[in-house]
């Protein structure tokens, strides 16, 4: 597998056919390799899968990876190595289709007792450990999706009630006081606001446990 620099990853892959093909190739087994890594030492939710299970999928993300780094090339701006940049689109591949294709079996009612999302996730459930770049990419996507549901999913009262209550930590007669209203309209609106997140997370293939999880580990 030859060494390339950015430049000459990014000229052969446009190149005429035998030069073109090797550094497909080339990037391919590389893919791969990176994609087999993640899905077999970062994935405990595959643990019980066979490991020519998951080398096949390994083998059907890389190759899909494949084809999106092809199709943009061009917004590759030379930040990072080359191929650092390729696996994080190989690894943001892998982590659709496990949704997409329900690998995981997410359980949304082993969360709390009573089966509700426990708190938005924020920034803040970081690791002040540096994350590996495919741990860090898996988490971005998790928050931008989680961040998406919090902000357009919610009503504006909805948001103020799960920010005052669950990222600010105020006790419950204090919002209630603050958004006007008592104890039990303000249960009914968490419970609302909890529910709509629920559902929309779960459209989405992500299960709180899953996501308190990921920020979790180092």
């Known amino acids: 597998m030859a060494d390339r620099t950015n430049a000459q990853w990014l000229a052969d892959l446009v190149a005429d056919v035998d030069v073109r093909g090797m550094a497909i190739e080339d990037l391919r087994e590389r893919l791969q390799r990176g994609i087999f890594f993640y899905l077999s030492r970062e994935r405990s939710d595959l643990a019980d899968l066979a490991m020519e299970e998951v080398q096949q999928m390994a083998q059907d993300f890389a190759q ?3 084809l999106r780094v092809l199709d943009n090339l061009q917004s590759f701006r030379g930040d990072s190595q080359f191929t650092t940049w390729a696996m994080k689109v190989g690894v943001r591949i892998a982590i659709t289709e496990l949704r997409r294709s ?3 079996d997410y359980s949304l009612d082993t969360l709390t007792a009573d089966g509700e999302l426990a708190a938005p996730v924020s920034p803040a459930m970081n690791s002040s450990v540096p994350d590996r770049p495919e741990a860090a990419t898996e988490k971005s996507d998790v928050l931008e999706k989680v961040d998406a549901a ?3 999913d919610l009503t504006d009262r909805q948001r103020q009630a799960l920010q005052l209550l669950m990222l600010d930590g105020l006790p419950l007669d204090e919002v209630a006081q603050r958004l ?3 104890r039990n309209a303000l249960y009914k609106l ?3 606001a909890r529910r709509k997140l629920r559902t929309s997370l779960e459209a989405q293939g992500l299960s709180p446990q899953y996501i308190m999880r990921l920020f979790e580990s180092q």
């Open 150 to 152: 919090f902000n357009n």
């Open 190 to 192: 968490v419970h609302d």
């Open 64 to 66: 899909d990876a494949v």
């Open 180 to 182: 006007d209203t008592n």
């Open 102 to 104: 329900h690998y995981r």
